[in-house]
């Protein structure tokens, strides 16, 4: 089997990878900042509980194979052993976008209409399929929220960004998940 041209131009170019490498390191760097601005913001608005977070740290993790493409994720908290009731995950997707993810696990929350307006100018989408853990927002899994009818023993709510709007990540996170925090404090 030969490779063609286009391929062996590209894959005698370091700097593509070399750029590739610097870009997941910044997102890396951002997450990273953008921990520490989730928590002092909430910590602001008294959103922020140990308990609620299980009294664990965020964690920044990436890989290269989300759906075949690099990823970037902050686990607000970390995830994994002990309890928690509340996870917020921010996740940029290589050539897709940033999505916000808002997981309330084992408490059932229904969602009034006042907070259905307030999520709908995020565009936010609820999951509607078994697995927890199913991260793509474009899966058919993920509806409208407007549409919700029953919950499960979990709610998992999502909103997209996308990657042109990248300046804006720090505030949509923290507005997209203040308004969620505020509704699951609420009942």
């Known amino acids: 089997m030969h490779i063609n041209f286009n391929e062996f131009e590209l894959i005698s170019n370091k700097s593509i990878i070399e750029q590739k490498q610097a870009a997941i390191a910044n997102m890396t760097n951002r ?3 953008l921990a520490v601005i989730l928590k002092e913001e909430f910590q602001k608005e008294n959103l922020w509980s140990e308990p609620l977070f299980g009294g664990k740290h965020p964690k920044v993790t990436k890989g290269e194979n989300f759906h075949g493409f690099p990823f970037v994720v ?3 908290p970390q ?3 002990g ?3 509340v996870a917020l995950r921010t996740l940029f997707w290589w050539g897709h976008h940033f999505s916000f993810q808002f997981i309330a696990i084992n ?3 229904s ?3 006042n907070y259905l307006a307030k999520l709908g100018k995020f565009n936010t989408q609820i999951y509607t399929g078994k697995d927890i853990w199913e991260q793509n927002l474009l899966s058919p899994f993920f509806k409208p929220v407007e549409a919700h009818t029953s919950l499960q023993n979990f709610l998992k709510l999502g909103a997209i960004l996308p990657l042109s709007e990248y300046k804006k990540v720090e505030e949509k996170a923290v507005a997209f998940y203040s308004c969620c925090l505020r509704m699951y404090q609420a009942k």
Do not use: S, V
């Open 83 to 85: 309890e928690i009731k």
């Open 74 to 76: 902050l686990d607000t």
């Open 31 to 33: 997450f990273h900042q």
């Open 111 to 113: 969602i009034d209409n």
């Open 79 to 81: 995830l994994g052993g």
């Open 107 to 109: 408490k059932n929350i």
